[in-house]
């Protein structure tokens, strides 16, 4: 599985972002899609995460101003980030739990993660 993330950039605070995650590869397979961030000097903590029933999961900060979402048939979940704030500017990363049967029956159970898109918002 890979995961191909885009759509930060710079923008005013109240504004709003769509954040893009694609998937390619053994899709069938993953189980959830989660939506990472990461400020600078701070660790990366989830935002929000889309299971494979299409039940949905929100950290308690932020929560409200996010909202998580899929097109099935695109292979890609959104973040949608409304009223932007400076504190959100952070590097947002996507990633996948996975688990895949290999040629000979194998099950393999994985995580792999996007290359991060940054968004930066100014006051």
């Known amino acids: 599985v890979q995961l191909q993330a885009s759509g930060g950039g710079l923008v005013q605070a109240g504004e709003s972002l769509r954040l893009s995650c694609v998937a390619s590869g053994s899709t069938a397979g993953i189980n959830a899609v989660g939506w990472h961030r990461q400020a600078p000097g701070k660790q990366r903590d989830l935002v929000a995460r889309?299971?494979?029933?299409?039940?949905?999961d929100y950290a308690d900060s932020p929560k409200g101003r996010f909202t998580i979402s899929r097109d099935n048939a695109k292979n890609t979940v959104y973040l949608q980030i409304n009223s932007l704030r400076p504190e959100d500017t952070a590097v947002y990363y996507c990633?996948?739990?996975?688990?895949?049967?290999?040629?000979?029956?194998?099950?393999?159970?994985?995580?792999?993660w996007g290359q991060g898109t940054l968004v930066t918002v100014s006051s």
């Open positions: 889309i299971n494979r029933d299409g039940t949905t």
């Open positions: 990633e996948a739990d996975y688990r895949v049967v290999q040629w000979d029956g194998t099950p393999v159970v994985g995580r792999t």
